[in-house]
Nanobody
């Protein structure tokens, strides 16, 4: 069974940093890229960032630009999310997912396999 495992979440003070990881296990995933989404209590899931395998292009939601960096593993089907200058409004469960289309990276419905999510809490 294909599984995406997200890790690296935790508790951090405003202005701090965290690095999230997402790796595939079980079977090789046919994917054109991977992305990160987040969901806070009572709110809809929102796009964070995505990366295309073929050309390495990166995509970010406006509120994450300049603070978050998405990168890929050199060998494994895996991506990372370096989060800097974290704010309380960044508090959410962060999900990684695989995109089989290579288009409309900001649309959650375009992703097929999803990880279980990892909690990020930003508070003083």
């Amino acid at each position: 069974q294909v599984q995406l495992v997200a890790s690296g979440g935790g508790f951090v003070q405003p202005g701090g940093s965290l690095r999230l990881s997402c790796a595939a296990s079980g079977r090789t995933i046919s994917s054109y890229g991977m992305g990160w989404f987040r969901q806070a209590p009572g709110k809809e899931r929102e796009f964070v960032a995505a990366l295309s395998w073929s050309d390495g292009n990166r995509y970010y939601a406006d509120s994450m630009k300049g603070r978050f960096i998405i990168s890929r593993d050199g060998v494994r089907i895996a991506v990372y999310l370096q989060m800097n200058s974290l704010k309380p409004e960044d508090t959410a469960v962060y999900f990684c997912a695989s995109n089989p289309y290579g288009s409309r990276w900001d649309i959650a419905d375009n992703y097929d396999y999803w990880g279980q999510g990892t909690q990020v809490t930003v508070s003083s």
